[in-house]
């Protein structure tokens, strides 16, 4: 499977702390992108990093790409109960345009 | 501004019964269009996308098919369900460029078949 993989699947924190999720995958990418979705909502795109991009900040998030690791992390700073939600890595593989690879996801609560 | 409906929203089916789910897309031309389906507390499921209209490309064989007669419509059909069709559908929509960077998602449909 090309699917992308998260780890933790669940990851459970007190307001304040930083939460850091991981997502491999195992092909060659052209970019990898991490999405945000609340409980029986659709997806919000959070942040894009580009194959050629080792690190890349956008407000609380701080996304690292290695790409001879084929891996990726999300951190986010400073948590809120806010950012209680499910967060998917998604790649989109050299020499296809089109389509996104989501992976499993990662559960995060963030505890008041 | 750009923004992308799913309606139902909700919707419950006994085993047999046909199925459509619609999808539309304001605000932009020629999207490539998406469906995802969602199992509950996985990942997401590429099931078609379309770069234009009558353009459908299937990612996993199934009794589920996908149309889209207009440029900014995606319609989700079944003509008999399974039980094993239930779940989260969600279309998305990305800009028609060379590399896609970003897909815009809508609220998704919950199906529950019985």
């Known amino acids: 499977s090309q699917q992308g993989e998260e780890d933790p699947q669940a990851l459970s924190i007190q307001e304040g702390e930083n939460a850091t999720m991981n997502c491999s995958y195992k092909t060659s990418i052209n970019n990898l992108q991490w999405y945000r979705q609340n409980s029986g909502r659709g997806l919000v795109h959070l942040i894009l990093?580009?194959?050629?991009?080792r690190e890349k900040h956008s407000g609380r998030l701080r996304v690292t790409l290695d790409t001879s690791k084929k891996s990726s992390s999300l951190l986010i700073t400073a948590s809120r109960a806010a950012d209680t939600a499910s967060y998917f890595c998604a790649h989109l593989l050299s020499g296809s345009a089109r389509q996104l690879t989501f992976g499993s996801g990662t559960q995060l609560t963030v505890l008041p | 501004s750009q923004t992308i409906h799913q309606w139902p929203a909700t919707l419950v089916q006994p085993v047999g019964s046909p199925l459509s789910l619609e999808c539309t897309v304001e605000?932009?031309?020629?999207?490539?269009l998406y469906w995802y389906r969602q199992a509950a507390g996985r990942g997401l499921q590429l099931l078609f996308y379309s770069v234009g209209i009558g353009q459908i490309s299937s990612e996993v064989p199934q009794n589920l098919s996908a149309s889209r007669p207009q440029d900014r419509q995606f319609i989700l059909s079944s003509k008999k369900l399974l039980l094993s069709d239930s779940g989260f559908y969600l279309c998305a929509w990305s800009k028609r460029d060379r590399v896609i960077d970003t897909q815009y998602f809508g609220p998704g449909t919950r199906l529950t078949v019985l």
């Open positions: 605000g932009t031309s020629n999207p490539n």
């Open positions: 990093i580009r194959s050629n991009e």
